[in-house]
């Protein structure tokens, strides 16, 4: 439609509007739709209350005017203009982003829950309050904004890594809930009541005015063995509070670091906090000050270099022991349907699908944390008898979350899995093998606090292989079917390097792990019901042994090419399982069971199994 004008009431439902005119409107805009500028100038001037995104295109304008708000609005993409320079007492929005322009006038703008990136430029000399507990980045020139930006909560970012010329004009406040970083230039003072951190990753932060930090704040410096983070003073910098140092995981030497320089300096930190080694060992850190500079001394007592470690990094063997554990869950799965009779016929093959939820859990051990893991997929197959032989083919998907114990690591795993599988009975044994692969999308985060979250994501394999012989025992109207086999597991996960915390980054190495499990175990079924209704109840227990080395570690390799060995909780040696199920054929040809079954701690780890399967007989 074309321009609004008038005062009353639009309904724009939840398709939303789009005005392609020029108009002035006092009315209200209202819905779950958002509206869109497309080649028109609009001027509103009443209380909107539509829910939907506020779009103003390249060619477009908006105008809020005297009492004018569209503070209901979810956001605002802002490629042309948005202009509050008319409103009586500034406007309200929840976010905005985009290419385009924001004029302020003299007025205040509030943005309530701010967060992703604004390429655009701020103008006027009123005032931007930054509200929410995200981060919103600024990667424009707005230069020519002379107001005052007050980052009242989470973290205003001027200027990412790949945008260090970015540039926000005026003054900020920095309030004692709010983060002030980034790679770009502050062209007035920063007064910071809260904190500060220059860069984002490693970086400098340039105020061209003057830095006053308050006795409760704190300035956020990252440093590497090669560089650091700096605050770039152009005015005075009086200095109060606490400097944060974070030190990133390589090899440090003896060398002094920049941390503030400015025009002239007065005042001290009162206070020094470092994170990411507790003890500098040969390396005495000293903070010195000069006329105007602050800076970090790392003075040598021997020629012996520091490293320091990565932390929480043991969330890569839980991810590959998580991996090996689907492997070893596919094996377990066939290789219990080569114990079972099937209703497969020379012509008539038997079709079936499992469908299986599973929490886990593993222990810490040697001073590593321990893990949950919770997985839920399926696994259908189709039997088909070949002579004297069963033969089958089977695939599935499974997913897995994992949380790692008292670290805030997490990881993901999704398989694609496929197998083949076959027995045949000797006498009256019956012998049974399967070969099964996977191909894992594989995920893990590290959350690292102000210096980001570290992630990567990358791919791996599994391969299993499974022999066991069965022999199913008589004993008045109970069949007791004891087993014992073996059970071959392999998992690799390709190498990769995360991204998204600076020089907190990994890069990480190929994870390879092997299982080798020797098994027992026995099953006992009761057929109960009649014949048009059989119904049959079954008791398993099994016990599984590890063979193979069961400690888990990975090379990773930090920013400066320091490698390290990052261990994680080992492996479980012992398996004792038990579990029951029921099998109900409510139509000729088809059969469910519904089952339970439990890994016991007998370790450090146990487990909890819930599964149907649905079966039919073609």
Do not use: C
Request: glycine content about 16%; overall charge negative.
């Amino acid at each position: 439609m074309g321009g609004l004008s008038g005062t009353g009431t639009v309904s724009v439902g939840s398709a939303g509007v789009v005005l392609t005119g020029s108009g002035s409107f006092g009315g209200v805009i209202s819905g779950a739709g958002g509206l869109t500028l497309s080649g028109s100038n609009e001027t509103l001037s009443g209380t909107n209350t539509y829910a939907g995104v506020t779009t103003i295109d390249s060619d477009s304008a908006l105008s809020l005017s005297g009492t004018g708000n569209i503070a209901k609005s979810s956001s605002v993409t802002d490629n042309g203009t948005l202009d509050i320079s008319g409103t009586t007492a500034g406007a309200t929005i929840q976010n905005v982003s985009g290419t385009g322009s924001v004029r302020l006038g003299r007025q205040t703008l509030t943005l309530a829950n701010a967060i992703g990136t604004f390429s655009g430029t701020f103008s006027g000399s009123g005032t931007l309050v930054k509200q929410g507990s995200g981060t919103l980045i600024l990667d424009g020139n707005s230069s020519s904004f002379t107001g005052t930006t007050v980052v009242n909560a989470g973290l205003l970012e001027v200027g990412d890594i790949d945008t260090p010329s970015a540039t926000l004009g005026g003054n900020v406040s920095v309030d004692a809930t709010g983060t002030l970083r980034g790679h770009g230039s502050i062209a007035g003072d920063v007064s910071n009541d809260g904190t500060v951190m220059p860069g984002g990753s490693i970086g400098t932060l340039t105020v061209g005015g003057n830095y006053t930090q308050a006795s409760t704040a704190t300035l956020s410096i990252e440093v590497s063995p090669t560089q650091a983070s700096q605050l770039k003073v152009n005015g005075s910098a009086t200095l109060g509070g606490t400097l944060a140092i974070t030190y990133d995981p390589g090899t440090y030497s003896a060398r002094t670091y920049t941390l503030v320089s400015a025009g002239s300096l007065s005042g001290t930190f009162s206070k020094t906090a470092s994170t990411g080694t507790a003890n500098l060992g040969t390396l005495i850190p000293s903070i010195d000050y000069s006329a105007n500079a602050v800076n970090l001394v790392l003075a040598a007592a021997s020629a012996t270099p520091l490293v320091i470690t990565p932390t929480d990094s043991s969330i890569y063997t839980a991810v590959g022991t998580s991996a090996l554990f689907g492997a070893q869950a596919q094996d377990a799965v066939l290789l219990d349907r080569m114990g079972q009779p099937s209703r497969a016929r020379l012509a008539t093959p038997y079709g079936w699908v499992t469908a299986t939820g599973s929490q886990t859990r593993v222990g810490g051990t040697n001073g590593e944390p321990g893990f949950e893991a919770a997985r839920y997929g399926f696994l259908a197959g189709l039997d088909s008898q070949i002579g004297d032989y069963l033969t089958g083919v089977a695939v599935g998907y499974d997913h897995v979350d994992i949380r790692e114990q008292n670290t805030g690591d997490s990881g993901t795993i999704d398989a694609l899995r496929a197998a083949v599988y076959g027995s045949r009975n000797v006498g009256p044994v019956n012998l049974g093998a399967t070969f099964g692969a996977a191909l894992d999308f594989l995920s893990q985060k590290r959350p690292l606090g102000s210096q980001g979250t570290a992630e990567g994501d990358h791919m791996g394999q599994d391969i299993n292989l499974g022999a066991q012989a069965s022999l199913p025992l008589t004993l008045g109207d109970v069949t007791v079917t004891p087993r014992i086999g073996l059970r071959y597991a392999y998992f690799h996960a390709n190498g990769f390097a995360e991204g998204g915390a600076g020089g907190q980054n990994l890069n990480v190495g190929t994870d390879n792990v092997h299982s080798l499990q020797p098994y027992v175990g026995v099953t006992l079924d009761k057929d109960f019901g009649d014949a048009l209704k059989p119904l049959n109840v079954e008791l398993r227990v099994g016990y599984a042994h590890e063979l193979l080395d069961a400690n888990r570690t990975i090379s990773v390799a930090s920013s400066d090419g320091t490698l390290f060995t990052a261990p994680g909780t080992s492996l479980p040696r012992g398996y004792l399982t038990m579990g029951a199920g029921v099998t109900m054929h409510p139509a000729k040809h088809l059969d469910v069971s519904l089952n339970y079954d439990a890994l016991v701690n007998t370790t450090h780890a146990s487990a909890q199994q819930g599964s149907i399967r649905l079966g039919y007989q073609f």
